[in-house]
């Protein structure tokens, strides 16, 4: 979904390094998203913010955090980036006035490789 | 313990022909299901969700079925084409909590001409 856009598509780091996965959305949602995903699984859920002020951890935050800088803006960041953090990292947004559905619209990923 | 399972890893179907895609579930308070389309090298996309207050609930070419009873769910793909090429993946949640999203290990659907 071209409203939902992330930086850098790929990348490839070494092991000690910090990254930081940009996610901008002109969707005009207040939820925003971070998941990763292995190879032929689902999705996990990293971290999740329901607004600029509101930011929650989700099944796998060890060794990520996140910053909401905007309604717009969701970020991710490897502290430290260890191999097993090498997944394909999906953020997502949804609209907390779309009522009893929570649809969720996601980014086209971005492709994190840890030496 | 949660799980979103799918009893088939990968599904073949014949161009045309209707695909059904299952998924078991296993925690009794959730309430909302979602299922998700994910073409190869793109985000998911949302195709279609369900409350626990129905039990089925139809778009355009797509039915979904839920029965509650057996926790099962089941997305029906009508006149399966080319462009349903696909893994498809089943998730649960109590809407009102995101934290509990559970995703399925999804559907690889693909097309025979």
């Known amino acids: 979904d071209a409203d939902v856009t992330q930086t850098p598509r790929n990348r490839i780091t070494k092991t000690g390094k910090r990254i930081m996965l940009e996610c901008s959305q002109t969707?005009?949602?207040?939820?925003m998203y971070w998941y990763r995903q292995d190879p032929g699984l689902g999705l996990q859920l990293i971290y999740y913010?329901?607004?600029?002020?509101?930011?929650n951890k989700g099944e796998i935050s060890d060794g990520y955090s996140v910053s909401r800088q905007a309604q717009a803006k969701f970020s991710l960041s490897l502290e430290s980036a260890i191999p097993n953090q090498t997944a394909l990292y999906f953020c997502?947004?949804?609209?907390?006035?779309?009522?009893?559905?929570?649809?969720?619209?996601f980014g086209p990923g971005t492709r994190l490789t840890v030496l | 313990g949660e799980s979103v399972g799918l009893h088939l890893p990968t599904l073949s179907v014949q161009e045309g022909d209707n695909s059904i895609i299952n998924c078991a579930y296993s925690n009794s308070a959730s309430d909302y299901f979602i299922w998700y389309k994910q073409e190869s090298g793109k985000g998911p996309q949302f195709i279609i969700d369900?409350?626990?207050?129905?039990d089925k609930r139809q778009g355009q070419r797509v039915t979904v079925l839920l029965n509650k009873t057996v926790k099962h769910l089941s997305l029906q793909i009508a006149a399966t084409q080319p462009g349903d090429s696909a893994v498809y993946f089943c998730a649960e949640t109590p809407y009102s909590s995101a934290s509990k999203i559970i995703f399925g290990s999804g559907t690889r659907l693909s097309i025979r001409p």
């Open positions: 913010s329901f607004d600029v002020k509101d930011i």
């Open positions: 969707k005009g949602h207040d939820r």
């Open positions: 369900i409350r626990s207050n129905m």
């Open positions: 997502a947004t949804s609209d907390s006035r779309q009522g009893w559905s929570n649809e969720q619209f």
